[in-house]
């Protein structure tokens, strides 16, 4: 089939079902990306609170982002077994419980039990509910209108946890980080079993237990080693023995999908360009823009002498420019290609981070930075949504189950790698001083690895997604007479 010949045209208006459904879907993934960052400027107050050693705090976010990326494909398959909606709300109800429970928590060990509890329901929720999204809507102009408005609610509900997070501790207590989740999930838990229609494969495949334990294991330990690389750097022992594990175990993983009867991942999935380069793009955009807003939030409060919540709300603009490419993303794919809008993306996300690199030591740097990090929300913000059509297209129904638990795991495992790699830059640089201008030089050092990862993603969308039959893979309007 080539682009030429003439194809049905695709659905284009969202019937009232449509809405309902995408508005359950929306709001549930708006939840889950808030969740991980919402915690970040309350830490000291929960230190302080709760009796938790220095050292002990950074195992809040830790012990939510080993298992919201660790467990994320495991559960994408679970879905595909049990019923991708039963898991989803099944999910929604344990992030119901576990954040009431962190909320109210007395001590520091049942509190970690909390965000163990939701990294879990995240990684059960979110390819479960990407899953019922792409199942939801036909592939063509309804789908990317429904991921690029998926992508952009992700995008600035991570930027959103940053400011809600600061405001809600400020105003109420760190507390109410935990319990704004509570009436959101009942809600959704409310709606969502009229409007969602289950969805999974005909043939139900057996799990390849075998395959599950090693890529899951896999990816904690890599996550765990970049922690630790971040807070110890890259020599520290903890931080070189969870990189060597988790590569061990992800190349075990490899050689017993090779083998398996019912692979958890088919490898000839894998080798799918638009699934294996499209995943790379994806994680490559998650892992620069995230981190991007740790690295600000150093120089913002480090060098500038911001307070938390001046910082957090600096970040609005950036989540507006999130929502903006979210919007725009599926006109320019309509209008364009999947592939001029990843690089056409990641140039203008590229460009303004390397701008960020004439940041000065004075407020009067927000002139730059407040319209960089807007362009540059937009930028990341069409890569995502190409990256997520890319990588879930020309894939039948019963296998949308795999490709969004990829891309979810591409996600979190973006979003949770970010901030150790910069952090582990920034350590390397500054040597462990704390000036003003030692933080301000680590952060332009780490911007600038930040600009050269996502100009590799731009690289990889020109050169390596430039393969014969992938442009007939995404749907293209015809060409009016």
Known sequence: MSI????????????????????????????????FSILNVALPAIGDDLGFSLGGLQWIATAFALCAAGFTLFFGRIGDLLGRKRIFLGSLALLGVASLVGGLAPTPELLIAARVAQGLATAAATPSGLALL????????????????????????????????????DVLSWRWAFFVNVPVAL??????????????????????????????LGLLGVVYGLTQAGEH?????????????????????????????QPLVPLKVLARPTVAWGNLIGLLAFV???????????????????????????????????????????????????????VGGGLLQAVSTAALLLLGDTAAALALLLPATFLGGVGNMLVIVGFMVTATAGLPDHQQGLATGLASMSQQVGITMGTPIMSAIVTAVTGGAVS?????????????????????????????LRVPGIMIAIPRRRSRR
């Open 4 to 35: 030429t010949q003439a194809v049905p045209a695709p659905a284009r208006l969202l019937t009232g079902r449509h809405r309902v459904t995408l508005a359950v879907l929306l709001v549930a993934q708006f939840m889950l990306a808030v969740d």
């Open 134 to 169: 792409t199942t939801s809507f036909p592939e063509g102009p309804l789908r990317q209108k429904a991921l690029g408005l998926n992508g952009a609610l992700m995008s600035a509900g991570f930027t959103a946890g940053a400011v809600l997070g600061g405001v809600l501790t």
């Open 187 to 216: 809600a959704v838990l409310v709606v969502a079993p009229a409007v969602i229609a289950e969805s999974r494969p005909a043939d139900r495949p057996r799990l390849d237990l075998p395959g599950a334990l090693s890529v899951t």
């Open 233 to 261: 750097g890259w020599t520290h022992p903890r931080a070189v023995a969870g990189l060597l594990a988790g590569a061990v175990l992800l190349a075990v993983f490899l050689l017993v999908e090779r083998r398996a009867a």
């Open 288 to 342: 620069t823009e995230t981190s991007l807003v740790y690295l600000l939030t150093l120089y913002l409060q480090k060098t500038l002498g911001f307070s938390a919540l001046a910082a957090g709300l600096s970040f609005g603009v950036l989540g507006l420019g999130t929502v903006a490419g979210g919007l725009l993303a599926p006109k320019a794919i309509a209008r364009t290609s999947t592939i001029a809008v990843l």
């Open 436 to 464: 003003a201008g030692a933080i301000r030089h680590g952060v332009l050092v780490a911007v600038a690895a930040n600009a050269g990862l996502v100009l590799l993603g731009v690289l990889v969308a020109a050169v390596l």
